[in-house]
């Protein structure tokens, strides 16, 4: 085996109700989907179908206004049914009522002899998929002129809940590998694959050809592709690389094997309120009332799409975020405890030992949104580095995009980190601090700097 990378800083939140990896993902039909220009960090959205048209899988629903090039398709086929207009005219979200016999936009394909930058990017930019590409610093689509130094793919996840990514390529590895063929050739360097040392198994990762493997250890954020690019290859001032997640590179090797775009996704419902946690095999957007129909242990819970430190919150009749593979389900804090922190809480988890729950180090917790405490004067702690595995002062960088202080966020490193990589600065704060909101702002205030 190759060196195995330790992450010795960091925190696994263990909630109930993850879904068990050796589950299957039976096939279901829905009716609702939507696409929310609101997934996509930094696009500004250009409509290209108007409510009541007809869509076919793969007919692009807005474009990009800096960039007509980057559009975004529609993952089935059906009736525009309505436009979603939110503040200042903004569109948060297009919804469509999918048609069980699904029809397909074709696309012209080369054959893989004749894979080169321009042909690839061409038809990754006219199906649409250019939007599955992401790019460090920034945490924004790419722009199709760039060149990235290298691709970085995780294959596992780390975060509460997640979903066993072996789990969500299993039956589709010649399509894995098909796209990982086809994206190389967007690069000069190489793509680094993320292995979990103990828990990857399955050989559409650990025997993928045309890629380095690269092997890590430790709890969460191991499985954050920013962790990955920091210990494997650092991002520095004025380079660039892309990351995309398993899941859409197999859609990008259907789209090169068969001309047409495969929205299919495996998406995992867990968490403690779901009575049954499991995988379902849907399409991109999926209304999630249909994945918690019958399914919720109480009314008063909170709906997330994504994981519970990232993730967003959105209604129980919401819709699954673009690049989500999880609907989290987890108690509304809207219940004061009976006599705070002074129990004993065995059933309370705390990161500062707090409660005695610490003596039982295997146990799972029902783990709800209550912020344990009003926001206050940030609090020098020293705990942030704890749980922060990079070679980045997190405590600073925070407090120089706080004063908005450019030169001093770029010398301190935020070109390697996005909002993500401070979720579990968030999740222990005791000041109650929005940090994910404050490295964003910080992010998008470089950015309009240099670009």
């Given at each position: ?143 199709p002129d760039d060149t990235p130094r290298d691709i970085f793919i995780s294959c596992f996840d780390s975060s509460p809940l997640a979903p066993d990514m072996e789990m969500l390529v299993h039956g589709r590895e010649k399509e894995f590998q098909a796209g ?44 954050n592709v920013g962790v990955q690019i920091h210990h494997i290859a650092p991002l520095n001032r004025g380079e660039q690389v892309w990351y995309i997640h398993p899941q859409d590179v197999v859609s990008i090797g259907a789209l090169f094997s068969t001309g ?85 809480g065995l059933n309370l988890y705390s990161f500062s030992r707090s409660f005695f729950s610490w003596l039982t180090l295997d146990r799972e917790y029902k783990i709800d949104t209550n912020l344990n405490g009003g926001r206050r004067a940030f609090v020098l ?71």
């Open positions: 085996m190759d060196k195995v990378i330790k992450i010795k800083k960091g925190l696994d939140i263990r909630i109930r109700g993850r879904v068990d990896a050796s589950l299957s993902a039976p096939t279901v039909f829905y009716e609702k989907y939507a696409v929310k220009p609101t997934d996509f960090y930094g696009f500004l959205p250009k409509l290209l179908v108007q409510k009541g048209d007809k869509v076919r899988q793969g007919t692009p629903l807005f474009c990009h206004k800096k960039d007509e090039r980057i559009k975004v398709p529609s993952p089935v086929t059906g009736t525009v049914t309505d436009i979603l207009i939110g503040q200042k005219r903004s569109i948060e979200a297009i919804l469509i009522r999918a048609e069980k016999e699904s029809e397909y936009v074709s696309f012209n394909v080369p054959s893989a002899v004749e894979y080169s930058n321009e042909t690839v990017k061409s038809v990754l930019l006219d199906a649409g998929l250019w939007c599955m590409l992401r790019r460090r610093p920034y945490d924004t689509i790419p722009s990982i063929d086809a994206i190389k050739h967007l690069t000069r360097g190489k793509i680094y694959l993320g292995l979990h040392v103990s828990h990857t198994t399955s050989y559409a990762f650990k025997e993928c050809k045309n890629v380095e493997i690269c092997y890590f250890d430790g709890p969460h954020p191991a499985g047409k775009y495969d929205s299919t996704r495996i998406v995992a419902i867990a968490g403690s309120e779901v009575l049954r946690a499991r995988y379902v095999k849907t399409r991109q957007g999926v209304n999630v009332s249909y994945l918690l129909e019958n399914n919720l242990s109480e009314n008063g819970v909170r709906v997330i799409s994504g994981n519970i430190l990232t993730g967003k919150r959105i209604e129980p009749n919401g819709y699954v975020g673009f690049y989500d593979s999880l609907v989290s389900v987890i108690p509304e804090g809207n219940r004061s405890r009976f006599l705070g922190w002074i129990t004993p702690t020293g705990d942030f580095e704890r749980v922060f595995p990079m070679d980045i002062y997190p405590l600073q960088l925070i407090k120089a995009c706080i004063t908005k202080d450019v030169e001093k966020m770029m010398d301190l490193g935020i070109y390697e980190v996005a909002p993500e990589d401070f979720a579990l600065c968030e999740y222990i704060d005791a000041s109650k601090t929005e940090i994910q909101q404050i490295i964003k702002e910080g992010l998008e205030l470089v950015r309009a700097e240099i670009e």
